[in-house]
């Protein structure tokens, strides 16, 4: 395993999952790309950081205690001036085990979820499909045993009902297939390298287009 990776997922065991700056850590140890961030634990830092991404910007609680930011007021989106910045700050303060927020980059795209778990018998599977909101609703995924290949990321891809939101559906920009793929495939390499620590991935939303993909979320749970 990717030593950094490694340690954040060592110190993460007694919580059981991984707060998401340190997930993003471990994403950037295997080389897949997130969006622009920051950890800020002021609101000067914050402010600071906004400024640094470039505004509009994402602001998210970072905490121990709150896996599903949005349940609690976690997450504002679209800030686009200090006020607005210093107001979240102040707003999340507020939320059980408060650790600081995450200034995240505004990212547009199609959106995917890719992820994976842990199978008894077969071991880690790849989950892709339509992401956002709307995939509990839906349900439009593909699954695979890891690890991927850049084709079977594209098979898997070519299965979804959805897929015409990929290749710029109504006017949509289209999606760069191939490197998505090789993204996915790159993240099916690093799940069977963690697979003896962590019992499951969410990378929802990845925002994809022409350029390729980026990871605008992601949660890591730990095997217990």
């Not at 997450?75 to 927020?101: N, R």
Request: proline share 5%; with cysteine; glycine share 8%.
């Amino acid at each position: 395993m990717k030593q950094k990776a490694e340690q954040i997922l060592s110190r993460s065991r007694s919580l059981g999952w991984v707060v998401e700056p340190l997930a993003r850590e471990v994403l950037e140890a295997y080389s897949l790309p997130v969006s622009r961030y920051r950890w800020a634990k002021t609101p000067e830092d914050a402010v600071a950081a906004s400024r640094t991404i470039g505004y509009p910007v994402v602001v998210k609680v970072v905490s121990p205690e709150v896996i599903h930011k949005t349940e609690v007021g976690g997450v504002k989106v679209g800030l686009d001036s200090e006020a607005d910045v210093t107001a979240a700050f102040s707003a999340m303060q507020k939320i059980p085990g408060f650790d600081g927020v995450l200034i995240d980059q505004m990212v547009s795209g199609t959106e995917l979820i890719v992820g994976s778990s842990h199978d008894s018998q077969f071991g880690p599977v790849i989950l892709v499909g339509i992401g956002g909101t709307s995939v509990e609703i839906y349900r439009d995924v593909a699954m695979r045993l890891a690890p991927l290949s850049e084709k079977d990321a594209i098979d898997a891809m070519d299965s979804l009902r959805g897929k015409k939101l990929l290749s710029g559906y109504r006017g949509s920009r289209p999606v760069h297939l191939s490197r998505v793929a090789r993204m996915i495939a790159r993240f099916s390499r690093a799940v069977m390298d963690m697979q003896e620590s962590v019992e499951s991935i969410d990378l929802n939303p990845v925002m994809c287009g022409p350029e390729g993909a980026v990871i605008a979320d992601a949660r890591i749970m730990l095997r217990t």
